[in-house]
T-cell receptor, first 115, second 116 residues
């Protein structure tokens, strides 16, 4: 079964700092990859997704992620964070060729941006 | 367009009581998922349905949990009897198989359950 690892559990940054959150998955076949964001007290919202094509994916609010197949990674980046980016970020994977539709989520990374 | 709608948003109940959580997926979506979120275990898939049929219920913790989907626009997750360790946020989500956006899953706002 596939699994997702997010090695950074809690990240604290100052406004305007650059962000990179790590995500690694364990599945050798074709995958769909997602980053979701959960603002305090709210539900999960889709930030960006990768299905195929250009491995550099741009999402909402200035976020982007790069799929590196050889490293089984899908790291999330943002060049300059804002206080409003304070939230929990979840990486998720779907193993396409298993036919299974559900996503497997990582444990999440809590981002705290200090003004 | 309305998103995934869940009720109740918050529930506090006593141990041993029955709890029923409800979900209305996005209209036209043919997949429905129930996830549970806790601090200790993160986001766990409990069960998911395709065209109202349960496909994978391996994440359902034990026999106290049951889920049904009587029609395409409604699903329930029931806990009977409830225990304090069931306290969590329960998310319902839905997706459309043949969407151009693939299997993007859209989440409801969650039902925050506290069992005392």
């Amino acid at each position: 079964a596939q699994s997702v690892s997010q090695h950074n559990h809690h990240v604290i940054l100052s406004e305007a700092a650059s962000l990179e959150l790590g995500c690694n998955y364990s599945y050798g076949g074709t995958v769909n990859l997602f980053w979701y964001v959960q603002y305090p007290g709210q539900h999960l919202q889709l930030l960006l997704k990768y299905f195929s094509g250009d491995p550099l994916v741009k999402g909402i609010k200035g976020f982007e992620a790069e799929f590196i197949k050889s490293k089984f990674s899908f790291n999330l980046r943002k060049p300059s964070v804002q206080w409003s980016d304070t939230a929990e970020y979840f990486c998720a994977v779907n193993a396409v060729d298993t036919g299974r539709r559900a996503l497997t989520f990582g444990s999440g990374t809590r981002l705290q941006v200090q003004p | 367009d309305a998103g995934v709608i869940q009720s109740p948003r918050h529930e506090v109940t006593e141990m041993g009581q029955e709890v029923t959580l409800r979900c209305k997926p996005i209209s036209g979506h043919d997949y429905l998922f129930w996830y549970r979120q806790t601090m200790m275990r993160g986001l766990e898939l409990l069960i998911y349905f395709n065209n109202n049929v349960p496909i994978d219920d391996s994440g359902m913790p034990e026999d106290r949990f049951s889920a049904k989907m009587p029609n395409a626009s409604f699903s329930t997750l029931k806990i009977q009897p409830s225990e304090p360790r069931d306290s969590a946020v329960y998310f319902c989500a839905s997706s459309l198989r043949h969407s151009l956006s693939g299997n993007t899953i859209y989440f409801g706002e969650g039902s925050w359950l506290t069992v005392v």
